[in-house]
Every structure is written in C-alpha cells, then in structure tokens.
C-alpha cells in the first residue's frame, strides 16, 4: 500500500513512491494515440463526406448556371417581342460576316444597345452567336423573320426541360453539329 497511517492521517510512503509513478506512467502511455484501425476509419469517412459535398456543390452550380441561363432567354425574348412590336418582324440572323460571335458586340442585330436591351446577356460558360459549335446563347430566325428560336446548352442532365429531340418544346431542331438542348421560340 502506497499510504501509511501515520498518527492521525494518511501520508505517502516514500518508500513506494517509485511504484506508483511506473503504474501512472504505463496508463498515459497506453492511451497516447490512435490505432491504424481508428486513423483508415476517420480518413474514410472524411473522404465519403467530401466527395459527397464535392457532387452535390458542383450540382448547384450547374443548376444555378442553367437557371440564369433561362432568365436571360426570358430577358430577350421581351427584347425581341417588343423589337418585333415596332417593327412587325423579328431581327435577322447573324452572318458570319455581319456579327461578331465572341460576344462583345451584338449577337442579335437591333437589339443589343438599344432601348430593346442595353446590353445582351452573356452565358456564363460559352460565347455568344456561334451557332453552329454548340455552348453559348445562339439567335436564328427564317428568311421571312416571323419567329425566332433561342438556343443553348443546359448542364444538368436531369432538367426536365431539356430538348430531347421528340418533344413539343421546340417546332425547329437545332442547328446541325451543336449540342445544344435547350429552346425557347416565339409565340405562335
């Protein structure tokens, strides 16, 4: 016993004093660290909590990417409403010749910096008016300009407004060689 009683209280038996401090020093040795076993676990764990936080990050930037996307094609469709209001058609088809495609002038020709719309919408990952690559906003109207068809590219798979090819939402498919999947047409 590591205690004597001595008179009327207890004191420390110097004599025992070094066996005491040996049983006190293996219980903090024993309880220093983790195991390997505890260590694969919580870096396991970590890992599956990050890749899911990665996944469900990355789908609401495409989600928040296509939503703005929609807004702006509702911005220009009022341009091009009230454009063809005052002009009984809708502007014409860019050239290759007769707009620029990397979107710093009008990709629409009127509408752009005009009391239609200041300035045209840019999309947040893709350059305007160039029809035919796919990405981007992209305007085409027929020869007789009596409707117009607003196309671009939606990134989240699972939007159920997506142009699949086989659905009313579009009269027009896109153009050829594009991958776009999303329309928005004049009112008939």
Do not use: H
Not at 47 to 60: D, E, I
Not at 93 to 116: E, K, L, N, R, V
């Amino acid at each position: 016993m590591p205690f004597r009683k001595d008179y009327r209280s207890w004191i420390l038996d110097v004599r025992k004093k070094s066996k005491i401090q040996n049983l006190t020093s293996k219980i903090f040795k024993a309880k220093q660290g983790f195991t390997l076993i505890e260590l694969m676990i919580t870096i396991t764990l970590i890992a599956v909590l990050s890749s899911v936080g990665y996944f469900n990050y990355k789908s609401a930037q495409q989600r928040g990417r296509d939503l703005r996307r929609k807004q702006d094609f509702s911005l220009i469709k009022s341009a091009l409403l009230s454009y063809y209001q005052d002009n009984g058609l809708y502007p014409a088809t860019c050239s290759a010749s007769g707009c620029a495609a990397d979107g710093t002038t009008t990709w629409i020709p009127g509408i752009g910096g005009t009391s239609y719309a200041r300035q045209l919408p840019n999309d947040p990952q893709g350059t305007n008016g160039n029809c035919t690559a796919g990405g981007g906003y992209c305007y085409m109207a027929p020869a007789d300009q009596s409707s117009f068809t607003l196309w671009t590219t939606l990134e989240n798979t699972s939007d159920a407004q997506r142009y699949n090819g086989n659905d009313a939402t579009c009269t027009q498919t896109p153009p050829t060689g594009s991958t776009f999947n999303y329309c928005m047409e004049s009112p008939k």
